[in-house]
């Protein structure tokens, strides 16, 4: 079955490589804003309607939305969609995993990625360019980590995380929900829900 994807901007694009990369087809995009469309166009598709439109369609749905938040807003508001049918996880060719790593529907792991062992990814999550996790990883549904973030062994990062571009997270360290960890930051200890932490070693913004 072929793929729509919700967010036709950069990211969304970026998506549509992985889903090209893994051999799945893309009908085409559904975004409530205005993209660029010259893009998609050299690509070879369109944009299909807004987001309401994905009730008219028979395809698999997965989200393009960059950050964390907006991802989790759009995708709660389509769970209510009882007949809408999420895209697996799409892993690129590039991409490694190691023994026991489970992956959540509507994943994308670019290429690049590497997961070692026993690691959890929830739903929606996204995994930039070699972005790597170490063993025995936690991440909770739609948590992002950015191209070069290292997250260490025994890492607990809950719903809605954001781990910003070249970040390290140190083994053991929890990362509460919905909160930011910025780019190039080292996060030595745990961070609260909500909270954003820059610096190295990463410190709350105040």
Do not use: K, Q
């Amino acid at each position: 079955m072929s793929i729509v994807i919700v967010g036709a901007g950069g990211h969304g694009r970026e998506v549509f490589d992985v889903v090209e990369a893994c051999g799945g087809s893309c009908s085409g995009f559904v975004d409530d804003g205005s993209p660029d469309l010259e893009p998609l166009r050299r690509r070879g598709v369109s944009v299909l309607g807004n987001v309401g439109f994905l009730a008219e369609l028979d395809a698999l749905v997965l989200l393009g939305i960059g950050e964390s938040a907006a991802r989790r807003r759009v995708g709660d508001a389509l769970d209510a969609h009882r007949s809408l049918l999420w895209s697996p996880a799409l892993v690129h060719p590039l991409a490694s995993t190691g023994s026991e790593v489970e992956l959540g529907a509507g994943t994308v792991l670019c290429a690049g990625v590497r997961l070692t062992t026993h690691i959890t990814i929830g739903r929606h999550g996204y995994l930039g360019p070699n972005a790597t996790l170490g063993h025995d990883a936690i991440l909770e549904d739609y948590v992002t980590v950015l191209p070069g973030a290292t997250v260490s062994g025994a890492v607990h990062l809950e719903s809605g995380v954001s781990i910003g571009t070249g970040a390290h997270v140190l083994p053991g360290v929890r990362v509460g929900e919905a909160a930011v960890v910025g780019a190039g930051a080292v996060v030595l200890t745990d961070v609260a829900a909500g909270a954003t932490v820059v610096g190295v070693p990463a410190r709350p913004i105040r």
